[in-house]
């Protein structure tokens, strides 16, 4: 059975490139994973959903929650304040 959503990602080293995919099921974990590898600056290849790549549309919301994830972690750690409060004043996904 094809786990929900694969991750395909990179991650660069001296004098090697190692590849590497993340597999789950759930699709708040793959968003999350997503938002680590962003905040990482890791290179990201390719996600797929049941074994098939997402369409440009998919990809490109999918980074975009993710980078929502980033942002508002940084700016309720910045800004001292809690997740609700970010939600509220800035509207993104926390």
């Not at 995919?21 to 905040?39: G, K, N, R």
């Not at 750690?77 to 509220?88: D, H, R, T, Y």
Request: aromatic share 10%; glycine share 6%.
């Amino acid at each position: 059975m094809l786990p929900k959503y694969t991750i395909e990602y990179s991650m660069q080293f001296r004098k090697h490139t190692q590849s590497n995919h993340y597999s789950t099921d759930d699709p708040v974990a793959c968003e999350e994973f997503l938002s680590e590898l962003l905040e990482r600056q890791l290179a990201i290849h390719g996600v797929k959903h049941e074994g098939v790549d997402l369409t440009r549309h998919e990809f490109d919301r999918i980074l975009k929650t993710a980078a929502g994830i980033v942002a508002a972690k940084h700016l309720c750690a910045s800004l001292g304040i809690k997740a609700e409060e970010e939600k509220f004043r800035f509207g993104f996904t926390a």
